[in-house]
């Protein structure tokens, strides 16, 4: 019998009921929530003099319409492409609402892609319209035979080009004609109309245009509202990058449900904001997890003692008394760099390791993982918090179905799932009407869904044994602080070896309590002292491993992977290909 799992039978039941009422489009999904509770907080951004200020579902309503009315007034055509270049911020948020509300499709850009990026998504997915942060970015979207007709800029005065305009412009374009012209306009839109094309990392090559309609993103909202994980007391803390799939999905959760969030994209000053805001509630990816992990870890002399015992207490709940005393005295001081009143955290993106997931339980701060692709609209599977599976990605939202084909691979199926690639054929991925993820997984006995690796990526040795890289590498993060990335090589070697790139701020503390503080990275790197350390973690990690896993030699690298190298997609992914054949002297040596 071929393996699934499902939700469960309640929460299909409610979303059932939900989808009674399924708004048509997700501009109309927001054209409610803004009438059922117009004075009520939608979002909170930082102001200028460090307090934060509160923005109501009407004053975003009014944004939102006006921006919606000024590209219809600029020629906006139903399922035009709106680019946006943007950091995090709540006039991202806007500006995808107001090209929802006017019928076209909300393209995205990472900020940080490169100008070959940019134009690649730019001239594939056909857009006529882009927004932009600032006008740093106009030299990226205005390149010679570039499709963008018109630039609209967040921040800045007009730049004397006659194809941008500012965005306080723009909603004065539309100022007299909202809302009655977005109301018809948001009439106009269909459930299969095209509602966003959101483009792949491109970890093998050039990013894939997903077009995903509005009916997804409505059903992806009514779904997690059911599984009830969400109130409208929550408020959530929102620095994802929104050019994610990840990051549309928690908007729609937001529209469903009527929560605000706080929404800040500098990562620097998380744990500043985290302080003020008070959440309880924020989606993260692993990395986060990873460097407070470390950075807790790390304490020393009595500290260090205090701290192990905590957790240590405080992973056997029963414990009665000394659980309160670890909680008073350690516990509730770590929750309090949180906020003091998080009820838990949402990872995705990437692997987590269970050994952190469990860790920050015991603390008191659950993360609830889940798991999705661009390609189903990214959150598909999700842990429940109150009862989670570590080492799992947990269960399916109501209304998805999941299943296990013969060769492992994960198979999924539901109102989620994307239309097809833009302008390409997309049969090898979408096929029988189920979506063929390339991730390699399996049902565990509680029914929820582990990730074993991704498919393209398993490591077949030369003795024909089979090595899954990404549980190894996010063990081997949990084991150590210092490491920023690690990439596990092997693919018809003899054994398997690694490469390390160092955390750059955890490699400077590391130094300077080793007396190397005036050191470069790469001489770091290349100590005596550090490669024994790392040797060390190597040996802790081999230790839970096969014999055939194990890392038999390693080398760090003396200069971090990034972004603009081509080592790392734009959501910070390995490129595997990219980084083994930049590194082929170097691995060729581990093999010598």
Known sequence: MTPTCTAPTAEDALLAELRTAEPASFGAMFLARAREQPAATAYLRPGPDGTWQAQTWAQTA?????????LLALGLRPEDRVAIASGTRVEWIEADFGVMCAGGATTTVYPSSSPDEVAHILTDSGSRFAVAENAGFLAKLLFDGTPVERVVLIDGDATGDARVLTLAELRELGRDSAPATVEAAVARVRPDDL???IYTSGTTGLPKGVRIAHRAW??????????????P???????????????KALLSCQLSVGFPFAVDGDVSRIVQRLGEVRPTIMPAVPRIFEKVYAAVSGASGVQQKLLTWAVRVAADRKSGWRFRIADRLVLTKIRARFGGRMRYFISGAAAL???IARWFDAIGLPIAEGYGLTESCATTIFNRPDDPEYGTVGRPLPGTRVRIAEDGEILLSGPGMMQGYHGLDSSATLRDGWLHTGDIGEITERGSLRIT????????TSNGKYVAPQAIEARFKAICPLAGAFVVHGEKRKFITALIDLDPDEARKWAAAHGLGDATHADIARSAALQEAMAGYVEQLNAGLNSWETIKKFAVLERNLGVETGELTSSLKLRRRVIEERYRPLLDDLYA
């Open 62 to 70: 009014t944004a939102v319409t006006e921006i919606a009315a000024g």
């Open 233 to 247: 007391d929550d408020l959530g803390y929102l620095w994802l990058p929104l050019s994610h799939a990840f990051g």
């Open 453 to 460: 690796d991704r498919k393209k990526d398993l490591i077949k």
């Open 195 to 197: 509602a966003t094309l």
């Open 353 to 355: 390791s269970p050994d």
């Open 218 to 231: 409505v059903y992806q909202g009514l779904a997690i509202r059911a599984m009830g994980i969400v109130h």
